[in-house]
């Protein structure tokens, strides 16, 4: 079945940065789009970046737009996120999720039917 392992979470100081990865397995087919999603407490789960494999195209949201890069490596089946400038406000537990469309690009929680277990980010200051 499909798998999503997230790592490289941690905790950082204000402006520092991280790389998240997410290793997938389980499935064939080659039209899909991936993404990251974070929630810190007592808020809703909120869309960070997502991107469509099949033609690199991007989504990002405002509070990250300039900050963060999501990639991926099709060949080693990881999706990245890179989170530089990190601020207080970006700790959340962030969350890789995967959804199969041929030329869609989700940016909904509900675009994507398969999540990992999510990896901690703690920014202090």
């Known amino acids: 079945q499909v798998q999503l392992v997230e790592s490289g979470g941690g905790s950082v100081q204000a402006g520092g940065s991280l790389r998240l990865s997410c290793k997938t397995s389980?499935?064939?087919?080659?039209?899909?789009?991936m993404g990251w999603f974070r929630q810190a407490p007592g808020k809703e789960r909120e869309v960070v970046a997502t991107?469509?494999?099949?033609?690199?195209?991007?989504y990002y949201a405002d509070s990250v737009k300039g900050r963060f890069t999501i990639s991926q490596d099709n060949a080693k089946n990881t999706l990245y996120l890179q989170m530089n400038s990190l601020k207080r406000e970006d700790t959340a537990m962030y969350y890789c999720?995967?959804?199969?469309?041929?030329?869609?690009?989700?940016?909904?929680?509900?675009?994507?039917?398969?999540w990992g277990q999510g990896t901690q980010v703690t920014v202090s200051s």
């Open positions: 389980g499935y064939t087919y080659n039209r899909y789009y």
């Open positions: 991107i469509y494999t099949g033609g690199g195209s991007t």
């Open positions: 999720a995967l959804g199969f469309g041929y030329l869609y690009l989700g940016i909904k929680e509900t675009d994507f039917g398969y």
